[in-house]
């Protein structure tokens, strides 16, 4: 392995939640008075913490969302999440490997910790990534695409950033693990390998990772 630290993203990376997620955000932006498609909201938010639908909304109509805005979407997004969501296929096998190795590896995600700990409740993943392992942009006030998070889980994990390769699968994403001097592949099972320019390479098959990584 010719990385010191494995770096993954959260939510379409090891949860399949990306699909959800667009689906509850898109709906009640419409619902707002903003028609948004599943397919904008990917576009546009992918990747993104929530105070990017907040900026774009507000940049886009002059119009601030509600103040319960933030409090609604977490309680029908996590309401979808305990009906939905699943791991990423093959996800287990990469993360068993992994450890198998002795390859450090953590996560680290725009969304809070509270949605990436009940994603991995939801889905077992809690038996892979203990809280020392587990990053939240919350824990630098700043999400994807500033490079903050990323450093701050290289930093804390003991690795140089150029040691260090990120999983990704939004633009957002790999413009932050860029930012932070890493290499990053990307992972298409949702977004096209054009939109995840800059990357040392695509996959769409989890199974394929291993062999990119050595």
């Known amino acids: 392995m010719r990385y010191d630290l494995v770096i993954f993203d959260n939510d379409g990376v090891l949860v399949d939640s990306e699909p959800i997620a667009n689906v509850v955000l898109a709906g009640y932006l419409t619902e707002l008075g903003h028609p948004t498609t599943y397919e904008d909201s ?3 938010y992918m990747g993104a913490a929530v105070h990017r639908v907040h900026d774009l909304v507000r940049e886009r109509t002059g119009q601030a969302l509600p103040g319960d805005f933030d409090a609604t979407l977490h ?14 296929d093959g996800v ?10 002795g390859i450090p590896y953590c996560v680290a995600s ?11 409740r939801r889905t077992g ?15 630098v006030g700043r999400g994807k695409p500033d490079p903050a998070l990323f450093l701050h889980a290289a930093r804390t994990m003991g690795a140089e950033p ?31 390998a ?6 040392k390479g695509c996959f769409g098959d989890m199974k394929d990772l291993l062999a990119l990584l050595v």
């Open 42 to 44: 990917l576009r546009d």
């Open 194 to 199: 054009q939109v995840l320019a800059g990357t």
């Open 162 to 192: 150029g040691r260090c390769v990120v999983v990704e699968d939004s633009r957002l994403g790999v413009a932050a693990a860029l930012a932070a001097g890493m290499d990053v592949y990307g992972f298409t099972a949702m977004t096209s």
């Open 92 to 101: 287990v096998d990469v993360l068993g490997a992994l450890r198998d190795g």
């Open 125 to 139: 993943l809690d038996r892979w990534f203990d809280d020392s392992v587990v990053f939240s942009a919350e824990d």
């Open 110 to 120: 725009s969304g809070s910790h509270e949605r990436i700990r009940f994603g991995h």
């Open 75 to 88: 309680a029908r997004t996590f309401a979808a999440f305990e009906r939905e969501l699943t791991v990423v």
